[in-house]
């Protein structure tokens, strides 16, 4: 089986309000905090290291992400399907790669994903769209980390601030998409980032300062993703990692449940 990592979207667009679980307004504009991590550097966390899961290293994003990690003194445990042997599409590697760590983690980031599998491409069209292709999406990119998150209350600290991140993408924005077509991919991304957000909800309840959120990286510069870049600008790896770790160290837990860019700026459902 040939799987194309993709987790980058074509279009860079920024809203500012999202659901946030744990306060009463339905909408927020993004957390100040957010918006002054992204102008800071990761020496705001005074130097404390963290140990932190990273699922998905061995593509693009997830290694570049283990190695920044490391760089900055942080314990990283790293998984992946070619390293590890963890399928996100097998429901028992899930469980024996999750269930043989040794927690918590103060961070949980989950760098997988795929744009084609088996050599299906994105869709252009409906007349394009095969039962195979989409469930073959739906298992990788939203099964596949919801099995992940089953483990979270586990893997994550209940008496201090943790974070559970996925990876999704602005195509899986409902109400960002203007252009159409890549029906599967924007189907699962949407799923994804549905069941974040549910995640998010119950474990505000047994982890109170746990932060559960998807992230969009942006457009980034790797072998796979090459053929889709076209005029989009797009950024190395590490300045991708740089950018979401920003994001991540500056999140509250009044921002858990919401879906946010690169820059910290929050992204419609």
Not at 8 to 15: H, N
Not at 114 to 143: H, Y
Request: glycine fraction near 10%; aromatic fraction near 6%.
């Amino acid at each position: 089986m040939r799987i194309v990592i993709r987790t980058r979207f074509q279009m860079e667009r920024g809203v500012a309000a999202f659901v946030c679980p744990r306060v009463s307004a339905a909408y927020l504009p993004i957390s100040k905090g957010v918006q002054d991590a992204v102008q800071s550097d990761t020496a705001g966390r005074g130097g404390v290291s963290a140990r932190v899961l990273v699922i998905g290293a061995s593509g693009g994003i997830g290694a570049a992400l283990s190695d920044t990690l490391r760089a900055r003194g942080d314990e990283v445990t790293a998984l992946s399907r070619a390293s590890d042997g963890l399928d996100l599409r097998d429901e028992a590697s899930v469980n024996a790669a999750l269930e043989g760590l040794t927690g918590p983690f103060d961070a949980v980031i989950v760098a997988t994903g795929a744009l084609e599998i088996d050599g299906a491409a994105p869709e252009k069209s409906l007349r394009a769209i095969t039962q195979k292709a989409m469930l073959d999406q739906f298992a990788l990119n939203a099964v596949g980390p919801a099995l992940i998150l089953r483990h979270a209350g586990r893997l994550l600290p209940r008496d201090r601030r943790a974070v559970f991140a996925v990876l999704s993408a602005r195509v899986g924005s409902i109400g960002d998409n203007r252009l159409g077509g890549w029906i599967s991919y924007r189907s699962a991304k949407a799923a994804v980032n549905q069941i974040v957000h549910t995640a998010a909800i119950e474990l505000s309840r047994s982890h109170p300062q746990s932060i559960c959120v998807a992230l969009h990286p942006g457009t980034v510069e790797t072998p796979f993703t090459e053929k889709y870049l076209g005029r989009h600008p797009a950024v190395p790896p590490g300045e991708a990692a740089d950018n979401l770790l920003r994001v991540i160290d500056g999140l509250t837990p009044d921002n858990s449940g919401g879906f946010f860019d690169w820059a910290g700026k929050a992204v419609p459902w």
